[in-house]
């Protein structure tokens, strides 16, 4: 029987899972799979990174918008440490991503080798699934239980430790075979019960004052469509959660916009105030959404929830109806009951959400239009939407840019075309990860929005994006604070601000030292004309904003505007 080594198995069987792009870093526990990858015709494209959180955010946005996994892969010890954020945030958004990292020999453990560290109970609270890999025999069959794992059910990240002499032991190779449409997310689908669905459609029909708040899960399972049909049948609002924007075009009648303490805004906090019935769908109900449980009111207001994971059901509002299902598939179903119902839509949500976007808009557009600096953040947003393209694709860090861009982007298709890190809100991530955009929607054009914190955690990859020539628009809020801190310095301790400035960088000139054409911009007569250049080029560009501080500004968060 044809034998391969274990390197070879590893590369083939990622190859048979449909794999297109690796992002990772070398290391030399890893020489065996990089020798592999050299000397076999696979197809795939390795990318290069300057550090292992880029590789992890590149592959997490890469997975974002290709609706496949992502792969991501690092050496040893620090390697694995390093490569941590990002395999996280993928789980916790859940987002298909598989990292392998390589380990030190099963030979050496427990004879203090070095970079020794226990990846299994490392990387254990972080991920769906993980394992270390004791042989390498076991590698076909680990591979296709860690796509199974990413796709079906809740997507998620795993993990695999992938020790040197696994790399090199031999495999047989009538084992090397796997499932390519486990690649694609969701995988496997199941809907929910039909009685509770059945439930769900009475309660909606008694209800007057319907308000569907939306999670990241119905574009993940390609859902807008039936979301859509179902809120029309009943005439009810659509909101979003920050991750769930794309579950339907912003110019859309019943669009309300993002809700909760991170993008939404007091005229849209009175909407969800006025529902009496909420249907949480792919939403988590977590703090952000809700304001810390407060909107919806518990026990004032009728709550249906459907989630792909039961444990959510329920986890922070008492429901009415459970409903545990893939979200295309029992949106689906819903929308049959209403019909055969006879469902018909009331007039409250379109009154209710035409009267909140205009509140809203109008106030916006004030502040964008203003001349005054630093600049705007609002006027950013504003030149922004008016010059992208429908397909762009808009990746926001979860400082400065988030709440602006939560609140007042706007794309009238659904999908994916707004990213932002929102599970743990680490910095650095809107380089890496709309780099990984670019590989995963080539056409598109791709623009990351960050602040001057941001940029420095990720400045590193500007290399990356010169050397591959990645068209990346990338915007900088330069204000020279951690403004998100800064601002809950101002609003709940007394303006007590420490240890949150940091000196003014020139970022234009930075990138510019890096090969990138750069651009840096103060007076806002000149930002639209800028910006207008740094998307019509089809190479790395860098646009610094002199911005506003954000405990200045009027930002779409809550807590500072009460």
């Not at 792969?71 to 694995?80: F, I, K, M, Y």
């Not at 390609?222 to 991750?243: D, F, K, N, Y």
């Not at 290399?463 to 915007?475: D, F, G, W």
Request: aromatic fraction near 8%.
């Amino acid at each position: 029987m044809a034998q391969i080594t274990g390197g070879e198995a590893f590369v083939r069987m990622l190859q048979l899972h449909g794999v297109k792009h690796i992002f990772g870093l070398c290391g030399d526990t890893s020489l065996p799979f990089y020798d592999a990858m050299y000397r076999l015709d696979h197809g795939m494209q390795h990318v290069l990174t300057r550090d292992e959180r880029s590789a992890a955010y590149m592959a997490d946005g890469y997975a974002r918008v290709a609706g496949c996994a992502g792969v991501c892969e690092g050496p040893s010890g620090g390697g694995a440490t390093y490569i941590l954020p990002g395999v996280v945030e993928a789980n916790e958004s859940s987002v298909p991503l598989l990292c392998f990292t390589s380990d030190i020999s099963v030979t050496a453990r427990g004879r203090y080798a070095l970079t020794e560290l226990d990846q299994q109970a490392l990387f254990r609270p972080l991920t769906k699934w993980n394992t270390v890999l004791d042989a390498g025999a076991d590698i076909p069959r680990v591979l296709r239980t860690a796509f199974k794992q990413m796709t079906s059910g809740r997507p998620g990240a795993v993990h695999i430790g992938l020790p040197y002499d696994v790399q090199k032991q031999m495999v047989d190779d009538a084992d090397i075979w796997g499932d390519a449409s486990l690649n694609r997310c969701p995988s496997r689908r199941a809907c929910a019960d039909r009685a509770a669905i059945a439930e769900a459609a009475r309660l909606l029909l008694a209800a007057e004052r319907v308000l569907f708040i939306v999670g990241g899960g119905v574009v993940i399972s390609g859902a807008e469509q039936e979301l859509i049909a179902c809120a029309e049948r009943l005439g009810a609002g659509v909101a979003t959660t920050i991750s769930g924007q794309g579950s339907i075009g912003d110019a859309h009648a019943l669009a309300l916009g993002v809700v909760g303490s991170n993008g939404g805004t007091l005229p849209t906090r009175a909407v969800v105030q006025a529902a009496d019935l909420v249907v949480f769908v792919s939403c988590r109900a977590g703090s952000v959404t809700t304001e810390r449980w407060r909107y919806p009111a518990p026990g004032k207001t009728k709550v249906i929830q459907l989630d792909i994971d039961a444990a959510v059901i329920g986890a922070n509002y008492p429901v009415e109806v459970g409903l545990v299902g893939d979200a295309k598939l029992t949106l689906a179903a819903l929308r049959e009951e209403l019909d055969a119902a006879g469902a018909h839509a009331r007039n409250w949500a379109r009154e209710a959400v035409a009267a909140a976007k205009r509140e809203k808009f109008s106030a916006f557009e004030l502040l964008a239009a203003a001349d005054e600096r630093p600049i705007r953040p609002e006027r950013v947003v504003a030149e922004l939407n008016r010059l992208l393209p429908r397909d762009a694709v808009l990746v926001a860090d979860p400082g400065t840019p988030c709440p602006y861009f939560s609140a007042y982007f706007r794309n009238d298709s659904t999908g994916r075309h707004f990213i932002s890190n929102r599970a743990h809100g680490a910095l650095g991530y809107s380089m890496a990860a709309a780099a990984g955009a670019h590989f995963g929607r080539p056409g598109a054009k791709i623009v990351a929005v960050m602040g001057d914190g941001s940029f420095g955690f990720t400045v590193g990859e500007l290399e990356t994006i010169c050397r591959l020539k990645i068209p990346l628009a990338m915007v900088v809020i330069s204000n020279a604070s951690y403004g998100w801190i800064k601002a809950g310095q101002k609003s709940g301790f007394g303006e007590r601000y420490f240890s949150v400035d940091f000196a003014r960088t020139d970022h234009a000139a930075v990138a510019s030292a890096f090969g990138v054409r750069s651009y840096r911009v103060e007076d806002p007569a000149k930002l639209g004309e800028t910006l207008k250049r740094a998307l019509e080029a089809n190479e790395p560009v860098l646009v610094d904003v002199l911005c506003q501080p954000l405990q200045e500004a009027r930002a779409p968060v809550s807590e500072w505007i009460a």
